[in-house]
């Protein structure tokens, strides 16, 4: 398998943000973003590269430097930081995801997060298991379409440590 590197995301990224996002499947768009994005606007490239206070975001990139996930926290809300993650369809289902999300809730909880939330499409079903899984506690509430999922950052102490690719959200 080819060597991947989990880094900030950066605002010279934009244009291979661009590209990734085009190249996601219509299917991974909709779970990712609840709608389509095949040409991705300006203001959601920039959303997606946004790091300040608030904010954070990651990519993982291929030995060539091209972005093949990303993951973003925001603080506030309903928990004290929420996460979305995509990774890019080739790459799915080798633990990039879970590595993303692991980075992603380490620097949270350095910055005092306690809690994680999430909105999953109810027709994920593949990461609502993945949920369940790594977060047996966690509050699920079905909206419109969508699971509002909520959990306590400390369950997910038991990926973070391990370091491998090998995490309990590896199906």
């Known amino acids: 398998m080819c060597r991947t590197q989990i880094r900030p995301a950066r605002p010279d990224d934009e244009e291979r943000i ?13 779970l990712r973003f609840f709608t389509g994005v095949t040409a991705p606007a300006a203001p959601l490239v920039r959303a997606l590269l946004a790091v300040d ?21 925001y603080r506030g809300g309903c928990a004290d930081v929420e996460i979305a993650v995509v990774v890019t369809d080739a790459w799915q289902g080798r633990g990039l995801g879970p590595e993303l999300i692991a980075e992603l809730l380490l620097r949270a909880s350095v910055k005092g997060a306690k809690t994680v939330g999430m909105d999953v499409l109810g027709e994920n079903r593949r990461v609502l298991r993945l949920i369940r899984r790594l977060w047996p506690r966690a509050t ?21 440590e391990q370091g491998s690719g090998s995490t309990p959200l590896t199906v």
Request: glycine letters at 10%.
């Open 140 to 160: 699920m509430k079905v909206s419109s379409g969508s699971v509002e999922v909520t959990a306590r950052i400390d369950e997910a102490g038991l990926f973070a």
């Open 18 to 30: 661009r590209r990734f996002l085009a190249g996601l499947s219509l299917h991974t768009q909709t």
């Open 53 to 73: 206070e608030r904010r954070d975001a990651l990519v993982v990139t291929s030995e060539e430097g091209e972005i093949i996930g990303h993951a973003m926290s």
